[in-house]
C-alpha cells in the first residue's frame, strides 16, 4: 500500500526567504508526482505534475524534483511572498486506476 | 481548459437526512471520476472511483450504502450522503480524468462543505 509523508507539517519563513518542501513515497512505482496548494476552507490548485520519466518541473518561483528510485520529491519555492501562505499537499499516482494517494500536508505560513 | 465544477459548494443538513452534491466536468469528457474526504487539517482520502456507466468502486472502510455514487453520464457524476450523521460532517472534493492532459492526470472541483447538525 502507497504512503505518502511530508515533511515538515508546518513551516513558517520570514518573506524574502528559499525554502524546500519534502515529500516521501514508499512505492517507487509511480506514474507521476503531482503538488498541489490548497488555501483555508477552499479547494486544490496543481502547482506542478512531474512524469515518472521526468527528474524536475518548474512553472516561475517553484521548482519540483522527483527521485522516483529513492521514493523522494522536493518542492523549491524561491523568494517566498506571504501570498505563498498556504498548505502544500504532494500526491503520487501509482497507476492502479490512477488512484492518487496524497501526502500529509505541509502548512507554510510566510511572515512579513 | 480542465475545468470541473461542484454544487453545491457548502450545504447544511439536518442528521438523518440525504443530501446529493454534484460534479460536473465542464469543458471534456471525464470517463473516471473519483470522490473524496477531507476532515479538518488532514489530509484527501480517496473514497470512490467511479467510471461512466458501471458501479462505483469504493475504497475499503468506505459504506457503499450510505455513500451513493452515480455516474450516469460523461460530464456528471452524484454523490448522495443518506441517513447524514455529524460524524459524516467533511470537506468532499471530487476529481475527473478523461481526454484533457495526460492519462493519468486529475483535474479538481472546487469542494463541497457538508455540515449535518
Known amino acids: 500500500k502507497q504512503e505518502v509523508t511530508q515533511i515538515p507539517a508546518a513551516l513558517s519563513v520570514p518573506e524574502g526567504e528559499n525554502l524546500v518542501l519534502n515529500c516521501s513515497f514508499t512505492d517507487s512505482a509511480i506514474y507521476n508526482l503531482q503538488w498541489f496548494r490548497q488555501d483555508p476552507g477552499k479547494g486544490l490548485t496543481s502547482l506542478l505534475l512531474i512524469q515518472s520519466s521526468q527528474r524536475e518541473q518548474t512553472s516561475g518561483r517553484l521548482n519540483a524534483s522527483l527521485d522516483k528510485s529513492s521514493g523522494r520529491s522536493t518542492l523549491y519555492i524561491a523568494a517566498s511572498q506571504p501570498g505563498d501562505s498556504a498548505t502544500y499537499l504532494c500526491?503520487?499516482?501509482?497507476?492502479?486506476?490512477?488512484?492518487?494517494?496524497f501526502g500529509t500536508g505541509t502548512r507554510l505560513q510566510v511572515t512579513l | 481548459g480542465a475545468v470541473v465544477s461542484q454544487h453545491p459548494s457548502w450545504v447544511i443538513c439536518k442528521s438523518g437526512t440525504s443530501v446529493k452534491i454534484e460534479c460536473r466536468s465542464l469543458?471534456?469528457?471525464?470517463?473516471?471520476m473519483f470522490w473524496y474526504r477531507q476532515f479538518p487539517k488532514q489530509s484527501l482520502m480517496l473514497m470512490a472511483t467511479?467510471?461512466?456507466?458501471?458501479?462505483?468502486?469504493?475504497e475499503q472502510g468506505v459504506e457503499k450504502d450510505k455513500f451513493l455514487i452515480n455516474h450516469a453520464s460523461l460530464t456528471l457524476s452524484t454523490l448522495t450522503v443518506t441517513s447524514a450523521h455529524p460524524e459524516d460532517s467533511s470537506f468532499y472534493i471530487c476529481s475527473a480524468r478523461g481526454e484533457r492532459g495526460s492519462l493519468h492526470e486529475q483535474y479538481f472541483g472546487p469542494g463541497t462543505r457538508l455540515t449535518v447538525t
Open positions: 469543458d471534456f469528457q471525464a470517463t473516471t
Open positions: 467511479s467510471n461512466e456507466g458501471s458501479k462505483a468502486t469504493y
Open positions: 500526491a503520487v499516482n501509482t497507476g492502479t486506476a490512477s488512484k492518487l494517494t
